[in-house]
Structures are given as structure tokens and as C-alpha cells.
């Protein structure tokens, strides 16, 4: 029996962030996805998605994510959740400091046979920079 969208994007953040299996990212998102809400200094490709996760992986290497809920109707599925880790490694040129941060996100993600084919998000990054004592 096929997985339902809902399912596929929770084994998508169980695999890809919390278990730190970036290349597993394949089997998710689709070679051609369109995301219209990149990692900052990457492209809004499949490339692009692995290489700034690596990058938030580096610095927090303890990266989680949470689902608070999940909505899913037709292709759509909407995904609030926690996002937390400690500033271990270097991350976007600022040393590590030990810190840690916990903020809320919104994924809303566009699904077709089982594969994220477009992306939209925001996360609360003023959260994130206040918790971690970065100057905005």
C-alpha cells in the first residue's frame, strides 16, 4: 500500500533532518523541485536543498525538527513544527557558540507520486538569531 502525502513528508524530516540523511533527500523531493523558499546562498534546486541542509547540519549538528501538525488536503500538505539545535560548527560564517535555539516553522509542500515537487516556507529566523545572540 502507497504512503500517504501526510506520511511521506514525516519520513522525509525523520530521515533527511533528524537522522542527518542528506542524500536520502533523493528518494524525496524531485529532481526538478521548484522551491520558492531556498537556503540562503543556495539555489532553489534538489543541489541547492542538500548543500544548505549540510551546511545547518555543520553547525548544528544536533538539528531537529518536531511536527506540531500536519494538514493535508488534495497534493497540498502543510507542516508546523519546532525547530531546534545547538551551535556546534561554524554556520554561515559565524563560529560556533554553543548555544541553542528552538523556533517555529511552516513547510507547505506540493506532492506528486510520493515526491515534494514544490516548496514553500518560512521559519521564525529573528527567533533563531535572538536565541543564538547573533546581532541582526
Known amino acids: 500500500m502507497e504512503k500517504s502525502n501526510r506520511e511521506c513528508l514525516e519520513d522525509f524530516y525523520q530521515i533527511v533532518f533528524n537522522n542527518g540523511d542528506i542524500d536520502a533527500a533523493d528518494r524525496f523531493l524531485d529532481s526538478a523541485i ?4 531556498p537556503w540562503p546562498g543556495h539555489p532553489a534546486t534538489l543541489a541547492g536543498f542538500k548543500a544548505g541542509l549540510a551546511e545547518m547540519r555543520g553547525g548544528f549538528p544536533d538539528l531537529h525538527v518536531t511536527i506540531e501538525r500536519v494538514i493535508s488536503q488534495d497534493d497540498l500538505v502543510v507542516a508546523h513544527q519546532r525547530i531546534s539545535g545547538t551551535h556546534r560548527g561554524e554556520f554561515m560564517g559565524t563560529p560556533a557558540s554553543g548555544k541553542s535555539f528552538n523556533i517555529e516553522a511552516i513547510d507547505i509542500v506540493r506532492m506528486k507520486d510520493g515526491r ?3 516548496h514553500w516556507g518560512l521559519l521564525d529566523s529573528a527567533a ?5 545572540g547573533h546581532a541582526q
Open 128 to 132: 533563531m538569531t535572538a536565541q543564538l
Open 116 to 118: 515534494i515537487v514544490e
Open 34 to 37: 521548484v522551491d520558492h523558499a
